[in-house]
């Protein structure tokens, strides 16, 4: 499962327990600025990378009282704990909130539940330095919309479900894996199908002829990525097609071709792995604090 950016959130809302949040970071470390930790009960939720970081801060949420003041806490390179250090040798400035307030939380989860963008205020105390993260920024979870054939098709949707990544696949060869309809030559999914921002797209064809239809669609969705597969002829031909259906230069820059962070490859596994590495990358600019 890759998707625990929302981990720590998701937890705090649904078990309880307190919350931190790495709100600044001096020098380097392996989480980005807004990386949160939950511990409901001995259960923690969320990872900011460090085994022994994640001890620290289960030992010192447990010391505060639940419904007291925050903690804002430096960890790492000029912190008070001197017996704590961190490998990376940078300094962390982490809030950490033993009540956060349940109704924030319950509303930045219904919104991302909601496929929306959300943020959760953090409580920082008063006279924290103007440069500490005061605001946690969140978008929904990756979604991915797949049409295709073959072991091209399998591989990438059974690669993406491992990952914890919500696919939906449109088969020509076969009923939709999870729709209700078979995908026909010149068709496009049904309504209920709605590609959002944080959606991509990824057309895995050698026939294609089928592409046309689906390509037209999908530009006409914020789908933040869309990918199609084949050679430099079907790439040409492609375009000229989309152009003859009246699909200006602008429009036809949004489709990715070739697919895939790998050059070449022949293999399935391969490719599904080049064009999600690909997919995610893209997703990962997304985020507000990337």
């Known amino acids: 499962m890759i998707h625990t950016d929302h981990a720590a959130l998701r937890a705090a809302h649904a078990a309880g327990g307190g919350l931190c949040t790495v709100v600044g970071i001096d020098g380097s470390f392996s989480r980005r600025v807004g990386a949160q930790m939950t511990l409901a009960g001995e259960a923690i939720a969320g990872s900011l990378a460090d ?26 390179r000029g912190s008070p704990i001197i017996d704590f250090r961190l490998p990376c040798g940078g300094g962390l400035d982490i809030l950490l909130d033993p009540a956060p307030d349940r109704a924030a939380l319950a509303r930045t989860v219904a919104a991302l539940d909601a496929r929306q963008p959300a943020s959760l205020p953090l409580a920082l105390p008063e006279g924290a330095p103007a440069h500490l993260l005061r605001e946690r920024p969140y978008i929904p979870p990756l ?4 049409f295709g054939e073959g072991a091209e ?46 959606t991509a797209i990824l057309l895995l064809f050698h026939d294609h002829e089928w592409e046309r239809a689906l390509l037209g669609w999908a530009l006409d969705t914020p789908a933040f990525y869309i990918g199609a597969q084949g050679g430099l002829r079907a790439r040409q ?25 790998i050059p070449r490859t022949r293999e399935p596994g391969v490719l599904a792995l080049s064009a999600l590495a ?5 997703y990962e600019a997304l985020h507000p604090l990337a």
């Open 143 to 146: 979604s991915l919309i797949l």
């Open 153 to 198: 098709l399998d591989a990438t949707a059974a690669l993406a479900r491992t990952m914890g990544i919500a696919t939906t696949v449109f088969s020509k060869d076969q009923a939709a894996y999870e729709g209700p309809e078979l995908l026909r030559l010149g068709g496009v999914p049904p309504e209920t199908v709605r590609p959002d921002p944080w």
């Open 278 to 282: 690909e997919i995610m990358g893209a």
């Open 237 to 261: 031909a492609r375009l000229e097609d989309l152009a003859r259906d009246g699909l200006g230069p602008d429009r036809l820059a949004r489709i990715t071709s070739p697919v895939g962070l």
């Open 51 to 76: 085994v022994c970081l994640e001890r620290q801060l289960a030992n010192d949420l447990t010391g505060l009282v639940p419904g007291g003041d925050v903690l804002l806490q430096r960890y790492g």
